[in-house]
T-cell receptor
């Protein structure tokens, strides 16, 4: 069956460190993978999109990698800040590239 | 980025009543909108794909007569939870993409439904 797996355990890190979140998928062949941020009681907000032919994508303090052989994406936040504390979701397009399917998300807590 | 507005942000209703949630794309035309449901500390579960001018496509296990979706225009989709029960209490979120399939989705702020 198709699965998108993210670490269910919360990730606690110290301010200034790099946070690394993992997204693994099975039985998908996505052309694109996306990362979103969700704050409590709010809808997700888009962060980054990476295509299958891209190994890495950067945006300010964010970096995403995409390894289609390992079927894995890593999401990095460098120089993390308490304001980065949120749940981060990875998502794949499915259903003929029409439907966006989400992983369960990983909650990140950045401590001062 | 594009804006998707969802209303109401929260609603409390009695068992047996129906509740309508609106989702509007404010600055773009959304041929397709998506409705998700999210339980506490769980992922967004896709309920249905809403296509303008045609019937919605529901995911397996989602009752189409329970969750009525109408997409009457390119900027408005509605979800009506009919004969609501306490187990329908959840966070409902809509989303839309403004062009193509390789672009990000924009989400509404979500609606917290509590059925008492």
């Amino acid at each position: 069956s198709q699965k998108i797996e993210q670490n269910s355990e919360a990730l606690n890190i110290q301010e200034g460190k790099t946070a690394t979140l993992t997204c693994n998928y099975t039985n998908y062949s996505p052309a694109y993978l996306q990362w979103y941020r969700q704050d409590p009681g709010r809808g997700p907000v888009f962060l980054l999109l990476i295509r299958e032919n891209e190994k890495e994508k950067r945006k300010e303090r964010l970096k995403v990698t995409f390894d289609t052989t390992l079927k894995q994406s890593l999401f990095h936040i460098t120089a993390s800040q308490p304001a980065d504390s949120a749940t981060y979701l990875c998502a794949l397009l499915s259903g003929g590239y029409n439907k966006l399917i989400f992983g369960a998300g990983t909650r990140l807590a950045v401590h001062p | 980025g594009a804006v998707v507005s969802q209303h109401p942000s929260w609603v409390i209703c009695k068992s047996g009543t129906s509740v309508k949630i609106e989702c509007r794309s404010l600055d773009f035309q959304a041929t397709t909108m998506f409705w998700y449901r999210q339980f506490p500390k769980q992922s967004l579960m896709l309920m249905a794909t809403s296509n303008e001018g045609s019937k919605a496509t529901y995911e397996q296990g989602v009752e189409k007569d329970k969750f009525l979706i109408n997409h009457a225009s390119l900027t408005l989709s509605t979800l009506t939870v009919t004969s609501a029960h306490p187990e329908d209490s959840s966070f409902y979120i809509c989303s839309a993409r403004d062009s193509g399939v390789n672009t990000e989705a924009f989400f509404g702020q979500g609606t917290r439904l509590t059925v008492v």
